[in-house]
């Protein structure tokens, strides 16, 4: 009798080991899975997401080296790695590229990547009527062949000593004849991620793509959520909602999750040169005497403080911080408010004048805009102040120029090129700055290029095409076992393929 007791017993004790182990193990095998997953908070939707065919970071922000891949491609540290393609050789005149291209790559729906997508992509990006934003990249070459399937040849006008990096930037990933034309709401690339869903104004969908063609990746879901509200943020960080946010809209709560153990925060540099755009062409701002009444108007520092609770750099031209060429103009327009009025009087506002700002969701424009709206009302001009959402922003200022003032920060790196574009939305057109660029994009000795960067700092600074506020940090907040998300950004971007989570 005591036998049949005790042998009941040890079934029902067996039993229930073995339920608490099914439970543990269907535990620890949800944990895993949830750990191959990741959210990532971000503050602007993207308009569209074919990074050849837009200027908003955005588009970049979820596609470059996720869903897109180019030739070259640049890492946490601003260096050019090869890509798809896999090697490279450069003519003695440095005019030749020859890239060998990675063998066995597919693009996401299938089709086999060879040299005549390269070809295609590079002719569609120069054409007369390309919309690539960056289509300066591509004004300096001369040809682009295929020698066979898996090698290309670039042929460029001039020298070239950034041609190497800008191939690797979102601007220049490659993509197929096939599907180029549907690349904005169905991109379809050849990166370690393939697109799954876009909910407009929600969330955009990846999972890992099972045929990729390079290191295997920790992730095998990622969503992007739209959220440009700062308190929504801290609300959504905090609550779980979200594993990151590479770059919090927050800046003024990172000391709530620095003393958090759940969290990471980490502040590094961005390419981004936070500007108070001007519209070159629209009259007063036409007059070089009122944009340098304007420069002699903005205090920096009250601005860093105000809208970004310390974080941040002043500039005083174009140009970032950390980059080796930069030199420091700020004190070129000192913070002098009689000087201002001054100039103003000269220039035939003795009174001041009336005019608008146009301000995006990101919170150092709004907040920036409430800033330089008060500090230029001491000098007499009185700012509208006009909030609009991204995809307006892109079309009024950016596109048709529809602006008197506005705040924005230039994310792409060494992009001083740009004032060299009388079409570009600051309508900046002067011929000698058009004729710097020009050298120094032939020039590829290094002492010489810095040299010539160092003077177009300076020009851009001493005829006040823009209010230049201060270089944008990159205060990213995420879980604390997460590993491999970026501590600067170099470019627009975040990787996905080096994020893993850890125990």
Do not use: C
Not at 60 to 88: Q, R
Not at 116 to 138: H, L, P, Y
Request: charged fraction near 25%; proline fraction near 5%.
């Amino acid at each position: 009798m005591f036998s049949l007791v005790f042998g009941k017993f040890f079934l029902l004790f067996r039993n229930l080991i073995l339920s608490i182990s099914v439970i543990f193990l269907l535990f620890t095998a949800s944990a895993l899975a949830q750990q191959s997953e990741i959210k990532l908070g971000m503050v602007l939707e993207p308009p569209h997401l074919d990074p050849t065919a837009g200027a908003a970071a955005a588009i970049d922000e979820i596609t470059y080296l996720n869903i897109f891949e180019g030739l070259t491609k640049i890492d946490a540290n601003g260096a050019v790695l090869p890509s798809l393609a896999t090697s490279w050789e450069i003519s003695d005149d440095n005019l030749t590229y020859i890239f060998k291209l990675k063998e066995g790559v597919k693009f996401h729906d299938g089709s086999k990547f060879d040299a005549e997508d390269v070809v295609f992509t590079f002719e569609r990006a120069m054409a007369e009527d390309s919309v690539n934003a960056q289509k300066g990249i591509f004004s300096i070459i001369e040809e682009v062949r295929a020698i066979d399937d898996m090698s290309v040849a670039i042929t460029l006008k001039n020298p070239s000593g950034d041609f190497l990096f800008n191939i690797g930037r979102g601007d220049a990933v490659i993509v197929a004849k096939e599907s180029a034309d549907n690349n904005k709401v169905n991109p379809i690339g050849t990166g370690p991620f393939k697109f799954v869903r876009w909910d407009r104004g929600s969330r955009v969908i990846l999972e890992a793509y099972e045929n990729y063609k390079g290191d295997a990746v920790s992730l095998k879901r990622a969503e992007f959520v739209f959220i440009s509200d700062p308190n929504t943020a801290i609300s959504a960080m905090l609550a779980g909602d979200l594993d990151g946010f590479p770059m919090f809209p927050a800046p003024e709560s990172l000391e709530i999750f620095a003393n958090d153990d759940r969290f990471k925060v980490v502040v590094g540099t961005t390419e981004g040169e936070t500007i108070l755009a001007t519209n070159n062409k629209r009259a007063p701002f036409n007059d070089i005497r009122v944009r340098q009444a304007i420069a002699h108007a903005i205090d920096r520092k009250a601005i860093i403080d105000g809208a970004m609770f310390g974080y941040g750099t002043p500039i005083g031209s174009h140009f970032a911080p950390h980059h080796p060429y930069y030199v420091d103009k700020v004190d070129i327009y000192p913070f002098d408010l009689e000087k201002a009025r001054q100039l103003l009087a000269e220039a035939g506002y003795p009174n001041g004048f009336k005019a608008t700002i146009k301000l995006p969701p990101p919170s150092y424009a709004r907040r920036g805009g409430q800033i330089i709206a008060s500090q230029l009302r001491e000098i007499g001009i009185e700012l509208e102040l006009i909030n609009v959402e991204w995809a307006q922003w892109l079309d009024e200022v950016f596109s048709k120029k529809d602006y008197d003032l506005t705040i924005v920060s230039h994310v792409e790196p060494f992009d001083i090129g740009i004032y060299a574009n009388p079409d570009y939305y600051f309508q900046f057109d002067n011929e000698d700055f058009q004729a710097l660029m020009q050298q120094l994009n032939r020039t590829t000795n290094d002492d010489a290029r810095r040299a010539l960067a160092i003077y177009a700092q300076d020009f851009l600074a001493r005829h006040a095409v823009n209010g230049y506020l201060f270089q944008l940090a990159k205060t990213g907040v995420w879980r604390a076992n997460i590993e491999g998300m970026w501590a600067n950004a170099p470019v627009e971007g975040n990787d996905l393929s080096t994020i893993r989570f850890v125990d």
